[in-house]
């Protein structure tokens, strides 16, 4: 049976169902998802697989989780078919999954997190700080929670919900110019890492949380923040994707050298390609010279974190909200 098949198959299913799920068919193709910060009309990318998995297994991975939500739609199921759908660029398709499943369950913390996330990268950041706020108050004085994980042969990792939540509450703060906020949620984030011996989503935190105090004009809690951090390489050996995060902070602690910095090669992890490396590592370049001063050369870094081919990294996208407030009017 073909995929197309199994979608005609599916939606005749759906048809008949009558579910508040049975208006999702798993999208094909491209679809229009947003504007960037700077005007662009931005549209999924589908065959971009961000080193996660090869197309059948995205394809299989996709058809099942679709078929599971169908048949029994929760919190879990409407997660993982949402998750699926962001994977291959259908941010605005996975929203209607969320929409959907907060429409029965409107109390549940996780699926108001990942809706969140997905307000984020449309460059929604109002909405997406709204819903984190209204899921963070759910899971206050809970117990922390772990994402089920997705079928063996497609890679996933048992993420702490919480951790996320906050996390992209601090990302959503920051592009809105919040810094001291923002970093109040990396902290918040941070600190469950810490109580889950995560280190490498310690390192994530620390990162954004460091950028946000610097930018914030709080020096000496940023440089506090830094020489705290003691990991080293063989401390992330389990992350399934770049350290980019990790190189940032020994280029922030003046343990990495500028100049042979930037990188644009593709890693073969997880969500680290070209484009990836690129303007993570052009992203960090830029803010290094923006919090010693140097604003107009912080620019062409900015410029190259911005052109990438990929729209929906936190990088792009903080690059973008930087971009629009220290250089109005001006295209990248």
């Not at 299913?13 to 229009?32: C, F, K, N, R, V």
């Not at 005007?39 to 971009?48: C, D, K, M, N, V």
């Not at 604003?295 to 870094?301: G, L």
Request: hydrophobic letters at 40%.
């Amino acid at each position: 049976m073909t995929f197309k098949t199994l979608l005609i198959t599916g939606a005749a299913a759906l048809a008949l169902a009558g579910t508040a799920a049975s208006a999702q068919e798993i999208p094909q193709g491209t679809s229009y998802q947003t504007e960037s910060l700077l005007g662009e009309r931005l549209y999924t990318r589908s065959a971009e697989t961000m080193n996660l998995a090869d197309p059948s297994a995205f394809e299989r991975a996709t058809i099942e989780a679709h078929a599971a939500y169908v048949a029994d739609m929760n919190p879990d199921t409407a997660t993982w078919y949402g998750r699926m759908l962001s994977y291959q660029g259908y941010f605005r398709e996975a929203i209607e999954v969320y929409d959907a499943a907060i429409e029965r369950f409107p109390e549940n913390a996780k699926l108001r997190r990942h809706r969140a996330h997905r307000y984020f990268t449309l460059r929604d950041f109002d909405a997406s700080i709204a819903e984190g706020l209204r899921a963070a108050e759910l899971y206050e004085n809970m117990p922390l929670e772990r994402e089920l994980l997705g079928p063996d042969y497609f890679p996933s990792t048992p993420d702490v919900v919480q951790f996320y939540l906050y996390y992209h509450l601090g990302q959503a703060y920051f592009a809105a110019n919040q810094y001291r906020e923002a970093a109040r949620w990396f902290n918040r984030s941070h600190e469950v890492a810490v109580g889950v011996d995560d280190a490498v989503s310690i390192t994530a935190a620390v990162y954004w949380e460091y950028i946000s105090l610097a930018r914030a004009g709080d020096f000496f809690a940023a440089r506090e923040l830094l020489e705290s951090y003691t990991f080293t390489l063989e401390d992330l050996s389990e992350n399934i994707e770049s350290n980019f995060y990790f190189d940032g902070i020994q280029l922030f602690k003046g343990e990495r050298d500028f100049d042979t910095f930037f990188s644009d090669e593709d890693t073969g992890m997880a969500f680290s390609n070209a484009s990836a490396a690129a303007s993570s590592t052009a992203f960090t370049l830029a803010n290094y010279l923006l919090l010693q001063g140097h604003r107009d050369e912080a620019k062409e870094w900015y410029r190259r974190s911005i052109n990438v081919d990929g729209w929906s990294f936190f990088a792009r996208i903080q690059a973008e909200a930087d971009w629009a407030t220290l250089f109005p009017g001006e295209t990248p």
